[in-house]
């Protein structure tokens, strides 16, 4: 049962970081933020390490999140389905991206309730992929 929660952990982590690479043109130079538990980050860190991001920041909870916005394009929430998610908020996101003039990406990869406000896919140049919107994207290529 382990060994199949792994798998389906890397596959969907392979998943994401295609879609990501697919929104933001590549994903070689880039930076992201991956805010989780240690053992949820770690699939995504190895993948985006091997897309030759140039900065991979990484924090346990969303508070230094608006410290580090303005130097990222691709931010991951993968909080862990054990423990109460702490929301990152539209107003957090939105002081991080004052001034910001590139896309910003955020994949809420949360299983129960929404680890980001959905207020903050309303931001300018914020894309947010909400769990039902991977839902929903995933169930489409199920069937391709």
Same mark, same amino acid.
């Given at each position: ?9 890397? !596959? ?7 879609? +990501?690479?697919?929104?933001? @043109?590549?994903?070689?130079? /880039?930076?992201? $933020? &991956? ?46 389905? !054990? ?7 539209? +107003?957090?996101?939105?002081? @991080?991206?004052?001034?910001? /003039?590139?896309? $910003? &990406? ?39």
């Amino acid at each position: 049962m382990q060994n199949a929660t792994a798998y389906r952990r890397v !596959r969907g982590a392979e998943e994401i970081v295609s879609i +990501a690479d697919a929104c933001l @043109g590549g994903l070689r130079g /880039r930076s992201a $933020l &991956l805010v989780g538990p240690q053992e949820e980050r770690c699939p995504y860190t190895d993948l985006l390490q091997q897309a030759e991001m140039k900065y991979l920041y990484q924090e346990d909870t969303p508070t230094q999140v608006s410290a580090i916005l303005p130097h990222i394009q691709l931010l991951i929430s993968v909080p862990t389905a !054990r423990l109460p998610v702490p929301l990152l908020t539209a +107003a957090s996101i939105a002081r @991080g991206c004052i001034g910001r /003039r590139t896309p $910003l &990406l955020i994949f809420d990869l949360s299983e129960s309730t929404s680890s980001v406000e959905e207020l903050a896919g309303l931001l300018p140049a914020v894309c947010l992929y909400t769990p039902e919107d991977l839902q929903r994207i995933f169930s489409r290529l199920a069937w391709a």
